[in-house]
Each structure stands twice: as C-alpha cells, then as structure tokens.
C-alpha cells in the first residue's frame, strides 16, 4: 500500500470513527509511527484532518456545533459536573461564569446560594439567575455573539480587568492530553482567560468527551487551574501533569478523587 492509498484509508476511518491514533494506524498499516505522522501532517497541511495529541480528528468533529444541540449533548453528565462545582462555592462571595453550556448549569445550580456577587460574558447565566437570591449579577460589556448570547472581545476582556473576583469557573471546547485546555474562537479565549487571570480560585468545568475535540486557540494548561471538574477520568498523562501542578481533579462517575500536590 503506497501513502496515497494509506491516507485515503485514513480519512475513511474518521468518517466511522471522528477519532484515530498514531500506534493504532502504525499497528493497522505496519509502519512506524514516523511515517503515520508524516501522513496526519500531510493530510492537516490539505484541510482534510485536524490533529490532536496523539492522533487526528475529523474536521467536522472538531467544529463548535450549534448552541441550542450541544444544551442537549450529555445533559445529565453536565447537571452532576455543575453540582460538584456549586459544592465548591460557599455563599456570600464572587465568581465569574463564561459562556457555555456546562458553566449554564452551574448557574442552575447555584439557585439555593446567597449573596452571591456574579460576573459573566453570557446573557444566558444572567437571565437564568435573575430573580434569584444572589446578591448582585454583572454583565459584561462588548460585542454579542448572536449565535450564542457570549459577550467577546477586547471590551469584555477590559471590563473583566476591573475585577477580582473569588472564582472562576469556566468551560473549553476541546482538552488535549497533554494538559492544554483550548477553544475555537480567539475572541472568547481572550476573554477566559481574563476571568482566570483575575480570580482567586480557578475551576474548569469539561465533560470527558473534550479530549475527543479539537479546537485550535490555547485557554490554558491543567497546571494553571486549581480544580477540574469532569464525568470521568482523564487520560493518564493529563492526571500527570495535572498531579505534578497540584491540580484537584473532581470526578462525577464515582466519589470525587484529588490529585496530590
């Protein structure tokens, strides 16, 4: 089989599967891993495959779907992540919450909270909690993403700067298991990473089928988050890195765990 019938075969496993990986391709085809690399680049350079850690994903599995599905994707897995994380937050204190569907259940959760001082960049969370017993609600300005009610760009990151705020608590379309914690648009990252770089507490709140997406913009690493919250563990070399920084991984699939520092 020369490259070109390798690669085609290639592209015709992501369209089963979204997902492949360098060892099991080098096992499949009996090459070395070298050569399934070069062929993954070479198929990232033309547009038919994004890469990830270890592999590659199909271009439309790495795409942000629409907002009104993903509310409904892995809707139970995103209720447990929330109340681990509103276990987390005591009342009377502040936080900030970004867009996304995982932070919006946080919101849900946090109905029987008081004096709660909140911040967020998505229209949706401050509708959810008004009316509620929170003490104040802030929204922040700038340009509204219509598709999803998210407030981005560089107004919003200068707004969240006039802030210190107890926690943040923020999501991320894709994980890659060496630690990196990404999203699709540069704009909305911007504005995450604000929020963490101006809270006290740094929670993540991502369902494991993130490690599975790609997206292209860094929020951050695992190491600078100081709780993860997710459905079920973690490849072993994000565990890793997320034990050597000292970062809590909460669990919902069974009694939440914590790395040690």
């Known amino acids: 089989m020369d490259a070109l019938e390798r690669q085609n075969e290639i592209l015709q496993l992501l369209e089963q599967f979204d997902r492949v990986e360098v060892d ?119 340009t509204i993403r219509q598709s999803d009610g998210a407030i981005v760009g560089e107004d919003a990151v200068e707004f969240i700067n006039r802030y210190k705020v107890d926690f943040a608590i923020i999501g991320a379309s894709a994980m890659d298991a060496d630690g990196a914690i990404m999203d699709h648009d540069a704009r909305e990252v911007s504005v995450a990473r604000a929020i963490l770089q101006n809270a006290r507490t740094k929670v993540l709140v991502c369902d494991g089928s993130k490690f599975d997406h790609a997206a292209p913009v860094r929020i951050c690493d695992v190491s600078d988050l100081d709780v993860m919250i997710t459905d079920r563990a973690p490849p072993a070399s994000f565990l890793k890195a997320a034990t050597a920084a000292g970062t809590r991984i909460l669990t919902t699939e069974e009694t939440p765990s914590e790395t040690e520092s």
């Open 24 to 142: 099991d391709l080098s096992q499949r085809f009996a090459v070395s891993l070298q050569t399934i690399r070069t062929d993954l680049r070479d198929l990232s350079s033309r547009g038919a495959l994004s890469r990830v850690h270890g592999g590659a994903v199909r271009i439309s599995a790495g795409a942000s779907r629409d907002y009104a599905d993903r509310r409904r994707l892995n809707a139970d897995g995103k209720q447990a992540m929330a109340t681990l994380a509103a276990d987390l937050i005591p009342d009377n204190c502040s936080l900030t919450l970004n867009i996304g569907t995982s932070t919006e259940q946080v919101a849900r959760a946090l109905s029987n909270h008081r004096d709660l001082t909140v911040l967020s960049n998505n229209i949706n969370i401050i509708n959810l909690m008004m009316g509620g017993p929170a003490k104040e609600l802030v929204l922040m300005g700038g």
